[in-house]
């Protein structure tokens, strides 16, 4: 089975830009998460998605949001970029009924 | 919230040594606890996890152990290898109302062996 996939790998933007990203989970895997990753604070959940319904989400600002499709792919948007908003964004996967969470390589983001 | 304290930030080994990486929790109602590897320029990759109705489990050189009370759990690896170096992430969670836990993490180990 192919893992989860996100697009792009890389990517650089400029304060005030917004960004979109994408996650395709795992074939089968309804159940999509977010998390950023910095040095500083480590890893942190953004939010999760389940049959296209945002289903938890963490403690981040609304300019922080996203979206699951009826394939369970999933995006996250974020507006008006922030300096501090460089980050790795990793997404992960979860099969049905079951707690494992399986991470894609992540998209790294830089805003200059 | 959730809030999990990992030690040490980072371990040397020489190869053949075990190495003990220590992670406690704070919310009582945590009953899920997985570990992951990260290796440069990759996603954390899942390795081991527990459940709070488990004290231990093991999978060949890697097992985790679990203390409920003192809420605090370890991951133990044996036999360390060159390829074992990277850095090692401890998490908890909790059922949320669906099948998935929004997973809180620790900071880190940079686990290094050296041969």
């Known amino acids: 089975k192919a893992g989860v996939t996100q697009t792009p790998r890389y990517l650089i933007k400029t304060r005030g830009q917004q960004v979109t990203l994408s996650c395709s989970p795992i074939?089968?895997?309804?159940?999509v998460s977010w998390y950023q990753q910095t040095p500083g604070q480590g890893l942190q959940f953004l939010f999760e998605y389940f049959s296209e319904t945002q289903r938890n989400k963490g403690n981040f600002p609304g300019r922080f949001s996203g979206r699951q499709f009826s394939n369970s792919r999933s995006e996250m948007n974020v507006s008006t970029l922030e300096l501090g908003d460089s980050a790795l964004y990793l997404c992960?996967?979860?099969?049905?009924?079951?707690?494992?969470?399986?991470f894609g390589p992540g998209t790294r983001l830089t805003v200059l | 919230g959730e809030n999990v304290e990992q030690h040490p930030s980072t371990l040397s080994v020489q190869e053949g040594d075990s190495a003990v990486i220590k992670c406690t929790y704070s919310d009582s109602a945590s009953n899920y606890f997985p570990w992951y590897k990260q290796e440069l320029g990759k996603g954390p990759q899942l390795i081991i996890d527990i459940r709070s109705n488990v004290g231990e489990k093991k999978d060949q050189r890697i097992a985790v152990t679990l203390n409920k009370t003192a809420k605090h759990f370890s991951l133990h690896i044996t036999e360390t290898q060159p390829e074992d170096s990277a850095v090692y992430f401890c998490?908890?969670?909790?059922?949320?109302?669906?099948?998935?836990?929004?997973?809180?993490f620790g900071k880190g180990t940079l686990l290094t062996v050296n041969p």
């Open positions: 074939s089968g895997h309804r159940s």
């Open positions: 992960a996967s979860s099969p049905p009924n079951r707690d494992e969470q399986f």
């Open positions: 998490a908890a969670g909790r059922d949320s109302g669906g099948s998935n836990y929004k997973l809180t």
